[in-house]
């Protein structure tokens, strides 16, 4: 059963008035002042996992799928209209058990390793540095390197950045031996990866003096800037950022953060595509938690650095659900419903608040992996509900944020948690005011009424992601049970106020000029 609350979503507790139907108001709040929504909030997480890299992104030049360079067309087709911004990549747990030495020169030369954090399987390293780099070129987005603290050594880091990044020397000519004359760019160099679990099991002390010793022989070399990313906390491990922000703050740029959607009331992650409505509005409930816990982190951050110079940077996020019967063990391989769209929507509209501190997040991840944007079997590939979230946000990347408030019913979830019916988010970029709007009613519409503020709307134009059940998802065998569909009519306007029908379970984008 559910009891609807009027209350304002940002605020902490709600009103506890009962309200009847899904009526909820938006008042957009324009402002000279807002920030920016950093396009690099829409990042991307590829590790080597499963058939992420391998058969996901990667298939090798011989491969009959058809591919350039490699890379498989039919995703990087898909993954060019997402104007992916960044690529976080070799991981991940990965990144602190890869040796990148082993990903360079003639492929048929490179040693095999054991992946040992996910399923035991044998990686060949035929993805290496070079490959990457290219993909970063292809997709036009930052490279985001994680470097191995665990099992490497400080020697081995440095001469990856000398590698990508110096004109001359002798790491320079290492690479110019394996076929690439001018050094890449990177910007985004991060120091381990969960360095208080799978990247060493260090104590915040002891990892802030490591960061400060990795990070000094991590060089700029000709004008290439490093932007250095200290390995932050999980979830709720407060202390971890208060450590690092307090020892380490003078040596860093970022410090990341992961927070999954995982864990069932009941201890269990649960089906991807099986679950009741109870388990729905949990998960969302769990989705929003996001907010306080950027914020605590956000709060300690302002302590040690008001000017805000330090970016927080939500490096690993998304939804993690049991893996799909029949897929290999430990290949995080799951399936994306209607229900992780809308955890990617509140998600997004969460960062977008927090944009003058959160400078990145990359979701988990970019293929066949937990909340991934496509799905590949063989020569198939799929679009996940997710991947069209991203598609229908795409016009809020590097927009000035436009801050509203709304007021709406609350659903009350398992556990306490309360979640709103309506969930907003809007931007303005080149004249064009886009609204994002959420509608996580399983069963009945929502009614909203936006106090434009004088906002311009002579042309109005919206897309739609919904489905008949909260679990449509696509699969090789069904590939468009939901898709992103034109939003054409459900909106009036009169006297400076839009009025919108959200259908339940709906996320509707506007776009108005
Ligand atoms: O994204 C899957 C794993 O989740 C990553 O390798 C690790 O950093 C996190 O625990």
């Known amino acids: ?41 829409y990042g991307q997480f590829a590790e080597h996992l499963g058939t992420c890299i391998y058969g996901g992104l990667w298939v090798g030049p011989e491969s009959d799928i058809p591919n350039t360079d490699g890379y498989r067309n039919d995703v990087l087709n898909a993954l060019r209209e997402l104007k992916i911004p960044v690529l976080r990549w070799p991981g991940g747990c990965f990144a602190d058990e890869y040796h990148w030495m082993d990903g360079i020169g003639p492929r048929e030369n490179r040693p095999r390793m054991v992946n040992n954090n996910w399923g035991g399987t044998v990686e060949d390293n035929s993805f290496g540095t070079h490959d990457f780099f290219n993909l970063c070129e292809i997709l036009g987005c930052e490279p985001y390197l994680s470097g191995n603290v665990g099992s490497g050594t400080v020697e081995e880091l440095a001469k990856w950045v000398e590698y990508i990044t110096a004109e001359e020397g002798p790491m320079a000519k290492l690479r110019k031996e394996n076929g690439r004359e001018k050094p890449w760019k990177l910007k985004y160099l991060g120091v381990g990866n969960e360095s208080w679990g799978c990247g060493g099991n ?53 410090i990341s953060l992961h927070y999954y959607t995982v864990l069932g009331w009941s201890g269990r992650k649960g089906s991807a595509i099986d679950f009741t409505p109870e388990d729905y509005y949990w998960t969302l409930g769990k989705c929003l938690e996001v907010k306080d816990v950027v914020k605590r982190h956000c709060d300690i951050m302002d302590k040690y650095d008001p000017k805000k110079r330090i970016g927080l940077l939500v490096d690993e996020w998304g939804t993690w659900w049991d893996e799909e019967p029949g897929t290999v063990s430990g290949h995080l391989y799951q399936q994306n419903t209607l229900r992780d769209a809308m955890v990617a929507a509140l998600s997004l509209n969460t960062f977008h608040r927090f944009t003058d501190r959160v400078k990145m997040t990359n979701i988990a ?54 979640v709103p019916v309506v969930d907003a988010t809007a931007s303005v970029k080149n004249g064009i005011t886009t609204i994002s709007l959420v509608n996580t009613d399983l069963n009945e519409q929502a009614d909203i009424t936006i106090d434009l503020s004088g906002v311009s709307a002579k042309k109005i134009s919206g897309e739609i992601l919904t489905a008949d059940k909260i679990n449509a998802y696509n699969d090789f065998t069904h590939p468009d049970d939901i898709t992103l569909r034109p939003f054409t009519k459900g909106w009036k306007q009169s006297g400076g106020k839009l009025t919108v029908t959200l259908p339940a379970k709906s996320i509707v984008t506007l776009s108005l000029k």
């Open 202 to 254: 260090f104590r915040p002390e002891y990892y802030a003096d490591v960061y400060r010793r990795y990070q000094t022989y991590c060089r700029n070399f000709n004008g290439n800037k490093l932007y250095k990313i200290a390995s932050g906390a999980s979830d709720y491990d407060y202390n971890w950022t208060e450590v690092l922000m307090k020892n380490a703050r003078n040596q860093m740029d970022g």
């Open 365 to 418: 991840q970019i293929a066949n992996v937990l909340q991934a944007m496509v799905l590949t079997k063989d020569d198939k590939m799929v679009l996940t509900p997710t991947y069209y979230l991203f598609k229908m946000y795409v016009p809020h990347q590097d927009a000035k944020l436009l801050p509203l408030n709304v007021a709406t019913p609350m659903i009350r979830a398992r556990d306490g948690r309360q």
């Open 1 to 41: 059963m559910k009891l609807k609350l009027i209350a304002l979503s940002l605020a902490a507790m709600a009103t506890g008035v009962i309200s009847a139907s899904n009526e909820a108001t938006i008042k957009l709040l324009p402002s000279e002042e807002s920030p920016i929504i950093e396009k690099e909030i």
